[in-house]
């Protein structure tokens, strides 16, 4: 598969291989949400019977479709992984026909108990195709169009969520025949849903010989503790379903807000998860482009950051608001205030885009594949209680008295902590973020031959040394975590050997100098290769002083003996004089700014060379012509 096959995301609309995969994920997320906000409105307003209150109607509804999340997703991750993926997604597209046959019925009789039913049943449906959604993409998509991916499901997901409550909305409120409207748009869906399905490309099985573990609580327990094995992805799985968390108790609480804080009606409260939707959308669409189509996880933290301070924002914006007789759509937008709520909305939710897609795509890349599913079955279940617990705590911080800006402000602090606490137990994000921020605020960086460093298995990284933050730049430039081999005077700076030490680099010592810093350094960087990652090293052992390309040492040939990997060699071009090079005299930083910010640097990668082709000299060449290339 070509990682260039397409210049970007939405060229993927026009390839079989995503747009029949996409359409139907978007029609069945449509078809859910306009059932359950039909329904809801339909018992809301114009059913009433007495043992369901209008008040009580949309918490039980939701919790009804989130049930299956919970008693289910165990058993639909065994099944996503066991069989065909594009054989599951039929077949649960043709259950879906069956369940809005059935609901259709219930609206045409008006039957709740049958329409409560379905929404189970459409929860149901929903926890069987969510492993299947993520588990497709990495099958079928290259790294580089992961994330691109990723953002185009969750773009169109929010969007079929807002066209579905809004089609809903509106085919129910027509008077006498709403309701069969809404049964007759329920069942098109589906058919067409099951329609694009037949289009999806086949997608074999990751681990057919899986024994099928039927009873949900020990396989649940037994997917979590496989998604704990590595502690990055499942620190992922924590982090996506804090995100739900935050988001839930957004937008559950947009109708109140819409009310009760802004003083608006009903069309007002669509407005803000119109707003909402958008946002998330943009955001999502953003990862692609920011990242240059690779999985970024720098983007995790600055979506964090920014979905604090807009959360926080928001509080302030909306908390000295002047009391007011009932606004309608257009006396809302004609107050000048509400648009900097409106601001806050968007682009707190752009931001929650820009921090769930990296995270989904890592953890379909760093997942194996055979457990794939499962993993993401995981963090459904976990989704589904991060969820509950939002709930529970919204209703707790609202009885306890509290207005519904000031738990915005307490959910957007809490935010803040949560993203710190996942950020110093996967330092990884952190540091990719650092990278982030170089090679776009400090440097124009430009990649080339990227796809040279392999995104599985063990290889040597071999790069020339020309700054202080070379390590942090090839950071920046591979798709995986490297461990440095780096001299141990640099663990002595200030800020630099601080994150350094959090990147889990690797000091060394020359071995005259001390012997036992020096054998450790090889201990370190042979267990690194035996678990399969990758280790960099600088041969020429020290920063360069003249801006020329140094003698290569042995070290390489020294791993070399015991692990015969791929060495990749690297060259980084036009750093020396740049904002941490040695170019001044008394060292880096002296004149900072002699070339201005954004300056143009770059890294270019050559093709893998065979451990036995080579060698200190042969190395040195190789990345000369790199260099001049």
């Not at 707003?275 to 983007?299: D, M, Q």
Request: hydrophobic letters at 55%; glycine letters at 8%.
């Amino acid at each position: 598969m070509d990682p260039h096959a397409h210049p970007n995301q939405f060229a993927l609309l026009g390839q079989r291989r995503f747009a029949p995969f996409f359409w139907t994920q978007f029609l069945g997320a449509g078809n859910d949400n306009l059932f359950k906000f039909a329904f809801t409105v339909l018992v809301t307003y114009k059913v009433q019977v007495s043992w369901l209150s209008p008040q009580l109607a949309g918490l039980v509804i939701g919790a009804l479709f989130i049930l299956p999340f919970l008693l289910f997703s165990a058993t639909s991750g065994q099944l996503t992984d066991k069989y065909d993926k594009t054989r599951v997604i039929q077949l649960v597209k043709s259950l879906e026909i069956a369940i809005m046959l059935l609901a259709a019925w219930g609206f045409w009789a008006t039957n709740v108990p049958v329409l409560l039913a379905c929404v189970f049943l459409m929860g149901l449906h929903s926890t069987l195709f969510g492993p299947v959604k993520f588990a497709y993409l990495p099958q079928h998509l290259g790294e580089r169009e992961l994330t691109g991916g990723n953002g185009m499901v969750e773009m169109g997901t929010f969007v079929a969520i807002l066209l579905g409550q809004v089609a809903g909305g509106l085919l129910v409120g027509i008077p006498e025949v709403g309701r069969h409207y809404v049964a007759i748009g329920c069942v098109a869906v589906a058919l067409l849903g099951r329609l694009t399905a037949q289009y999806v490309p086949p997608s074999p099985s990751t681990d057919p010989g899986l024994k099928i573990n039927w009873n949900p609580v020990t396989e649940t327990w037994r997917n979590l503790k496989l998604a704990n094995q590595n502690v990055a992805v499942f620190r992922s799985l924590l982090g996506i379903s804090w995100m739900w968390f935050f988001g839930a108790a957004f937008l559950s609480l947009f109708p109140a807000f819409a009310k009760e804080v802004l003083h608006g009606d009903e069309q007002v409260a669509s407005l803000l998860l119109v707003v909402f939707s958008i946002g998330i959308g943009t955001g999502s669409l953003l990862c692609e482009v920011v990242s240059r189509r690779h999985v970024e996880i720098g983007l995790v933290p600055l979506g964090a950051i920014g979905m604090s301070i807009f959360a926080i924002d928001l509080f302030f914006a909306s908390r000295g608001l002047p009391p007011s007789a009932q606004l309608s759509l257009a006396g809302f937008v004609a107050v000048s205030a509400h648009w900097r709520v409106m601001a806050d909305l968007a682009l707190l939710s752009l931001f929650a885009g820009l921090y769930s897609v990296p995270m989904y795509a890592m953890i379909q890349l760093r997942s194996q594949p055979s457990h794939r599913a499962r993993i993401i079955a995981a963090n459904n279940i976990l989704n589904a209680l991060f969820m509950i617990v939002s709930a529970v705590l919204v209703g707790a911080l609202l009885k306890a008295g509290l207005s519904i800006p000031q738990v915005f402000l307490i959910v957007g602090v809490l935010n803040a902590v949560v993203a710190f606490y996942i950020f110093l137990v996967v330092p990884e994000y952190l540091l990719r973020f650092i990278a982030l921020i170089a090679t776009r605020c400090i440097y124009r960086f430009k990649v080339r031959g990227d796809e040279h460093i392999p995104l599985k298995g063990p290889a040597i990284l071999v790069c020339n040394h020309v700054s202080f933050v070379d390590a942090v730049l090839l950071m920046a430039a591979s798709p995986r975590p490297i461990a440095f081999i780096m001299d141990h005077r640099i663990f002595k700076l200030p800020v630099l050997g601080w994150m350094f030490k959090l990147a889990k680099a690797i000091p060394i010592a020359p071995q005259r100098e001390n012997a036992q810093v020096y054998e450790q350094a090889f201990e370190r960087a042979r267990a690194v290769l035996a678990d399969g990652e990758l280790v960099c090293i600088f041969p020429e052992g020290a920063i360069t002083k003249d801006g020329q390309l140094g003698e290569f040492k042995g070290g390489v040939m020294k791993l070399l003996e015991t692990h015969p990997v791929p060495v990749i060699p690297l060259a980084l071009q036009n750093l020396w004089g740049s904002f941490f090079s040695r170019v001044e005299q008394g060292g880096a930083m002296v004149k900072p700014f002699r070339r201005g910010m954004f300056s143009r640097v770059g890294m270019v990668a050559g093709p893998p060379l065979a451990a036995g082709d080579v060698t200190p000299d042969g190395l040195r060449t190789r990345v000369g012509e790199l260099l001049a290339s």
